[in-house]
Every structure is written in C-alpha cells, then in structure tokens.
C-alpha cells in the first residue's frame, strides 16, 4: 500500500434507492475517505412514482438477489460471501435484514442500524415485534437516527445510550431555495397557470389517510368560510386516497382546491413557489423530509405533533406551529393566523430557511464519515 491508509469499506442496505438516499450517496462518494457500496433490496416500490436513473450516481451499487417465501420475497445478502465489509449498515423492518444482520455477526462485521421513531397511528405494536426490537438493539454495534427522539426510541429496546447515535437528515437544500428566488410576478404566473387564487397553501406527499389530508382539507373549509378574500389549497402527489379526497371537497363544497398529480424533484421548487404555507397534517411520520424541503423553500411550516423530530425543525410561533394530529379546529386556527398576518408569514419564512441551510448531502457524508469512525473505534466524539 505504500504507506497509505486503508479506506474503510461500508456496505449501507437500503430498501430501495430513494432520491434523498441517492443524493447522500453521491456526496459519500464524492467525499472519497471510504470505500463505499449501496444494496438495494427493489429498485422501487409499487406505490412510488419518482424516475431511477442509475447513470447519475456515483456511488458503486447492487440490487440484490430474492426469492418468494411463504408469499413474501426475501433477499439474500450474498455480496457479503465475497468481500466482508468493515461496517454494514441497514435497516430492521423485513427478515431479510436480520438475516443479513446475523450473517454478518458471525463474519465479524461491525453493524448499524437505521432506526427512527414510530408512530402508533401507522405501526401495530407486538409482543413478537419488540421481543426483536429488544434482541437486535441491544446487540448492534450501534443505532443511527436523525435526532434525540430517534436515539431516545432506539434506548427504549435496549441500545446502550453511547451506541444511539446521531444522523442527521438531508435534502438537496440549494434545489429547493432557488422556488424563494421567484419574484411576485413569476409567483403570479405561476398560481394563474395551476388555477390558483390568492392565499395559497401548500401540501406535498402521498395521497394516503396515514397523511391526515381529509383534516387539511375540513381544516381548509373552515378557513374558507371564515375568510372574506380569496384562498387555495395545492395538493402535489398521488396515492390510493386521491379519489375520497375530491369527493371530500365534493361533499364540503370546498373551492379552490388544486390536485397536481405526483411531481418529480426538479418541477418541486416551481409548484413551492406558488406557495404561501405549508401544511403538514400526518397522522404518524417518522420524520417527513416534505418538511425539510418547504422550510429550503422559505415557507412556514404548520404540521402535527406526529412527525418524527418536528421539534427540532419547528420553533412555535417562529418559523411555524405544531397541531395535534386529527384536529381540523386546531389546523385551521393556524391557517388563519397565517393568512391573516402577512408579516408574520415572511418572518417565519426567512427563519424556516436559516434552519434548514446547513441540512446538506455535503453534510451528512461528513457526519457519516464520523459515525463510520466511531464504530470503528477510530473515532469517540459521539455527539459533535
């Protein structure tokens, strides 16, 4: 070798490629200080719309090999036969990664897993389940989560508080500014061509009940009817719930609603600059990166208290509000706050986007070239 230091190499599993994944891998891949591989289990899921272009990533890859098992596909880490990593890390949620987990325990393998809070509005709770929860956690070598509520949930089953460890997300922050960058008549035009009318706010992401958006959209009725100007609601994705929403605005007769159909990344920063607020009304997120992207955005954020580290993102009455979830009064009395107090609206923008600037694919590869360093025992500042 030279005298050169050996790169590390680092195996991260993943379900399938995610955009904000591929963008994190790149910058991995471009940082250079470990020898980096993805795995993927499926190119995508049934229920995902957004484009997979392999030809722009940087990173080296695999999907892996499966096999149907008592209905289900289970996928078979063999990579892991012909070279053994130095740190594997994957998720925990499908048998195929405690099998992969274990294979690598007995190959001496340092493993992490990917663990963030869930919600009980999405998740069925088990005996069985936490029994696992409780083996695996206590066990790995360490647990990565975006924040204190993820490293707090990790604990809870067993992971000794100095292997819960931090992770930060991520988003493509300078895409999603360049939607602030508009001017007031490209905002104009913009909303004139989406059908838009006045006051206009936002939600992006799956058309799914788990999301809360027929509470948006009572929530939006109430606004309606208690505001004298002109008001829109813009709905960009698609899911199984699409046509119950439209026959919910139906039964409300409820105006003004705008439903754009799934929309790739490089449309996104367009359909948020028609935006005056964002509303986030799930009803169970681990995290909701659609947060993230609206805060890059300079908007202010109203969204329900369950989604994952929201704490750490929303600063009440700063740059946005918390709700509880399943409560249209309460999203409507924030809506309102917003609509009606302009200057309240660009403030809490401008904080939105202060909070959210240093979130960067940049910046999670360092932060897991130091995660990487710690397991490896290169490294003990946990926390910086």
Known sequence: MNGETRRPFVVYWNNIPTPYMVERFNAVADQGSIDFEAWFNDRIDSDRSWEIDESKWRFRYRYLPKTRFFGKNLHWPLPIFSRRPDFLVSLYSEPSFIVGWVIARVRKVKTAFWCQVTMDRWVTRTAWKNLIKRII?????????????????????????????????????CHYMNGAKFGKQERVALRER???????????????????????????????????????????????????????????????????????????????????????PTLGDPYGLVVDEAMASSLPVISTSAA???????????????????????????????LQEPKLKLKMGRVSCD??????????????????????????????
């Open 137 to 173: 956690f206590s066990r790995v070598d360490a647990t990565l989560g975006s924040g204190e509520e993820s490293r707090a949930f990790a604990m809870k089953f067993g992971t000794p508080e100095i292997r819960a460890m931090r992770l930060p997300h991520s988003i493509d922050v």
């Open 194 to 280: 989406a059908g838009l009318n006045g006051f206009t706010f936002i939600y992006v992401g799956r058309l799914w009940w788990g999301k809360g958006i027929d509470y948006l959209i009572q929530a939006f009725s109430i606004v309606q009817q208690s505001n004298n100007g002109p008001v829109s609601l813009l709905l960009v994705g698609d899911g199984p719930d699409e046509a119950k929403l439209k026959e919910l605005c139906t039964q409300l007769k409820v105006t003004n609603v705008v439903f754009t159909g799934f929309k790739q990344k490089p449309a996104l920063p367009n359909y948020y600059a028609m935006a005056d607020a964002f509303v986030f």
């Open 308 to 338: 994952g580290e929201i704490c750490d993102r929303i600063e009440e009455g700063e740059n946005g509000f918390i709700v509880p979830p399943e409560n249209s009064d309460a999203l409507a009395k924030s809506m309102l706050k917003l």
């Open 355 to 384: 909070k959210i600037k240093r979130n960067t694919p940049e910046k999670w590869a360092e932060d897991f070239r130091r995660v990487v360093d710690i397991v490896l025992k290169k490294n003990t500042d946990i926390f910086s």
